[in-house]
């Protein structure tokens, strides 16, 4: 233990202090108040509309043991997902990661579930290297794997080979298994790749390198799987466990009213969580409406932006991200449910897509099982990482770049 209960008491009086100063009973009220007088719509600055409803906007609520027991809207369920050793830079320059992507069939399907594919993204300043390689088989023909040799760049080189190797695992698996999903795919995560659209509202460096061809291929490919599944009548969403948009309350700040929540998940906390007596009631889930997001990331996506340059063959509105937010008060959390409006626009799919993730949150205290199922098949473990990272090592007869933490944490899980 490093702090003895003197320090601890110490700190308490501190933050006791720091209470006095801060009184946050108002905040209720204010997110009622956004969400009566500026979601349908809500514009930025400029008289764009950047979130509006899809339906009727509403706040709902559902017994959990009563939603928990409804039949499963839609008789299977699949997840994907892909996870990442995290970037590893060696001695020798190379700075890499490797992703593997999975996808859950809920019932099981263990042929399914054996397939991988592995992407290796490798940033390199020695313009003479070549490391772009073309897709290859293994395992039987279950899986495949490439090489894929990151754009340069002087700063963000872990940030950019991480995100290239996750989102092209992922979205490449997502098409190669596309037609395996009869009734409704849930990724694990947000519908489009954001960490990557995200480089637009960064610096410059990482603003231009978005316009290059592998991260345009890598939208393409989300693009082309959202087609996919509009085409073949098949529901598409994404789940996010811990959704950090800052949409609602960016733009309700520069309109002129001070936004006192950290993002958008605080705001929704506050207007979803229900109490009686004081205490926060446990016995129901409260969810909002559907709403079509054009701001922030989603702008990219959105009917009057350019999707990065990438054809989009359906009318340009479908694309768009829609959301709609689920509070699950026995853990205190919000999840963020996104699919393509081209989804969503249908009532009878949109109501089934949010009773079908009502009943599994209920179910399960958490993500979907498909979710979940695909998050523990890609999961690279702590001793997985550590036993890639030495093979490397051998391979390129140079060491990786250990930092203190590396020793700190090498015990931990």
Request: proline share 5%; charged share 30%.
């Amino acid at each position: 233990m490093t702090l003895d209960p003197v320090h601890v008491e110490g700190i308490a009086q501190l933050a006791g202090a720091l209470a006095e100063n801060v009184d946050d009973r108002d905040h209720t009220d204010l997110a009622r108040t956004v969400w009566n007088e500026w979601l349908d719509p809500l514009r930025d600055d400029g008289g764009r509309v950047v979130v509006d409803p899809v339906g009727e906007r509403r706040l709902r609520s559902v017994p959990i043991d009563e939603v928990a027991l409804v039949d499963d809207p839609f008789p299977t369920t699949h997840g994907l997902d892909a996870g990442t050793i995290n970037p590893t830079t060696f001695k020798n320059g190379l700075v890499l990661d490797v992703a593997q992507a999975a996808v859950a069939a809920v019932p099981s399907d263990l042929d399914l579930h054996r397939s991988r594919t592995l992407v290796l993204t490798a940033h390199s300043n020695d313009r003479t290297l070549s490391l772009d390689s073309e897709w290859r088989q293994w395992d039987d023909g279950y899986s495949k794997y490439v090489t894929v040799q990151s754009p340069r760049v002087s700063r963000y080189a872990e940030g950019v080979v991480h995100a290239l190797s996750l989102y092209l695992a992922e979205s490449t698996h997502a098409l190669e298994h596309a037609d395996e999903v009869s009734d409704l795919l849930l990724l694990d995560g947000p519908l489009y790749p954001k960490e990557l659209l995200n480089w637009r509202d960064r610096d410059a460096e990482l603003r231009d390198l978005i316009t290059e061809a592998k991260p345009q291929s890598v939208v393409e490919n989300y693009v082309r799987l959202v087609e996919r599944f509009l085409d073949r009548g098949v529901a598409l969403a994404g789940f996010v466990k811990n959704p950090a948009s800052n949409l609602i309350t960016q733009t309700v700040d520069a309109r002129g009213v001070d936004a006192p929540w950290t993002d958008d998940t605080a705001m929704f906390a506050r207007l979803l969580e229900r109490r009686e007596d004081g205490d926060r009631r446990t016995d129901v889930l409260t969810f909002t409406g559907w709403f079509r997001s054009r701001g922030g990331a989603d702008r990219t996506l959105a009917a009057d932006s350019d999707a990065l340059g990438v054809d989009r063959v359906r009318p340009p509105e479908e694309y768009e991200v829609t959301f709609f937010v689920v509070y699950d008060p026995r853990e205190d959390l919000c999840y963020r449910v996104e699919a393509p409006y081209g989804v969503t626009r249908d009532d009878d799919v949109r109501e089934r897509l949010t009773k079908q993730i009502l009943r599994d949150v209920a179910t399960t205290r958490g993500p979907p099982e498909a979710v979940e199922k695909a998050d523990s098949l890609a999961r690279v473990g702590r001793e997985e990482k550590a036993a890639l990272r030495r093979k490397f090592e051998r391979r390129f007869d140079s060491e990786f770049v250990r930092t203190y933490d590396d020793v700190r944490w090498s015990g931990d899980d």
